[in-house]
C-alpha cells in the first residue's frame, strides 16, 4: 500500500523559510516522478515543482528561484526548500508520485505565511 505523509508545514512570516519532507513507503521510490503541489484557499490545486526519476526538475513561474525540490533514494523522501516566502504562497501543499502503474497524494500539510 503506498502512502505519502508530508511534513514541515506551519506559519512562517513573509521572507521566511521552511522544508517540507515528503516519506514514501510501499512503492519502488525511484520509479517514480515526484512533485510537490499546493491548493490555495478558494483555488484550484496547482504544480509547484517536480523532479523526474532522472533528477530532471520543473518548477511554476511564481516559485522560481524561491523553491528547490530534491530527492533522497536512500530514505525514499522528497523535499521541498521554500525561501523568500510570500503571503500568495499560503496554501494547503501535496506530496504527488507517479509513474506508469498510476498516481498517487499526500494528505497535505499547511503552509501559512503571514504579512
Known amino acids: 500500500q503506498v502512502q505519502l505523509v508530508e511534513s514541515g508545514g506551519g506559519l512562517v512570516q513573509a521572507g521566511g523559510s521552511l522544508r517540507l519532507s515528503c516519506a514514501a513507503s510501499?512503492?519502488?521510490?525511484?520509479?517514480?516522478?515526484m512533485g510537490w503541489y499546493r491548493q490555495p484557499p478558494g483555488n484550484q490545486r496547482e504544480l509547484v515543482a517536480r523532479?523526474?526519476?532522472?533528477?530532471?526538475?520543473n518548477y511554476a513561474d511564481s516559485v522560481k528561484g524561491r523553491f528547490t525540490i530534491s530527492r533522497d533514494i536512500a530514505t525514499n523522501t522528497v523535499y521541498l526548500q521554500m525561501g523568500s516566502l510570500k503571503p500568495d504562497d499560503t496554501a494547503v501543499y501535496y506530496c504527488h508520485a507517479e509513474n506508469w502503474r498510476g498516481d498517487y497524494w499526500g494528505q497535505g500539510t499547511q503552509v501559512t505565511v503571514s504579512s
Open positions: 523532479i523526474t526519476t532522472g533528477g530532471s526538475r
Open positions: 510501499g512503492m519502488i521510490f525511484s520509479s517514480y516522478t
